[in-house]
């Protein structure tokens, strides 16, 4: 298994253009999100989906897309980049298993997208 | 929002010293995670503690969970340089189905 992965790992972009971070996992996770990781404010939510064709807002989600079509993928899109959007980038998806009334969502992590918006 | 505080930010240590970074809540938690990200990678998972006073050891790391679920700890015995990194506390249960991340403890250590 690949685990999570995510393309690119670096990405310059202009402000204004938009662009298409990349995720997917191969172990049927159903619960997929993307997070943020920015210099002192440690990790951000932006997006979470809970299953093909369902994604919800996180934390910080202005300037960002998401859908989920598949199973496997969870791609992020930047509308209209700008600087604000300077950051690390991760994707992490997660199994849910039962134990009662507590929902254990270890996530794993894909390695990391890092972007810059001048 | 939830929020789980963590502290210290920074911490510097000798190598064979011992650390503790501390996780802190202004409610009850369900239950709470802990993961390391080394410089330039990605965070892992390291434990979810469930119960209330739990404690759970793996080598020389014990994690400690509150009698109360407010609040968390982990503990390093005679850290080592591969010990360096940034060290997160995790709410998996912070209002939407994603972690609540504390902001995080960066690990120093001197040789």
């Known amino acids: 298994n690949a685990g999570v992965t995510q393309t690119p790992k670096f990405q310059v972009l202009k402000t204004g253009q938009s662009m298409t971070l990349q995720c997917a996992q191969d172990?049927?996770?159903?619960?997929m999100s993307w997070y943020r990781q920015d210099p002192g404010m440690g990790l951000r939510l932006i997006h979470y989906?809970?299953?093909?064709?369902?994604?919800d807002q996180g934390e910080v989600p202005n300037g960002y897309n998401v859908s989920r079509s598949t199973t496997e993928d969870f791609p992020l899109r930047l509308l209209s980049a700008a600087p604000s959007q300077t950051s690390v980038y991760f994707c992490?998806?997660?199994?849910?298993?039962?134990?009662?009334?507590?929902?254990?969502?270890?996530?794993?992590f894909g390695p990391g997208t890092r972007l810059l918006v001048l | 929002g939830q929020q789980v505080m963590q502290i210290p930010q920074y911490q510097h240590v000798q190598e064979g010293e011992d650390f503790t970074t501390y996780c802190n809540s202004s409610?009850?938690?369900?239950?709470i995670q802990w993961y390391k990200q080394r410089p330039g990678g990605h965070p892992v998972f390291l434990i979810q503690?469930?119960?209330?006073?739990e404690v759970k050891k793996q080598k020389r790391l014990t994690f400690q969970f509150g009698e109360a679920k407010k609040n968390s700890s982990l503990h390093i015995t005679a850290t080592q340089t591969t010990d360096v990194g940034t060290y997160f506390c995790?709410?998996?249960?912070?209002?939407?189905?994603?972690?609540?991340f504390g902001k995080g403890t960066h690990l120093i250590i001197q040789p």
């Open positions: 992490a998806s997660s199994y849910s298993i039962p134990s009662g009334r507590v929902r254990q969502e270890t996530q794993y």
């Open positions: 172990m049927n996770h159903e619960y």
């Open positions: 989906s809970v299953g093909a064709g369902i994604t």
């Open positions: 409610t009850t938690l369900s239950n």
């Open positions: 503690l469930v119960k209330s006073g």
């Open positions: 995790a709410d998996p249960g912070g209002g939407a189905d994603g972690l609540t």
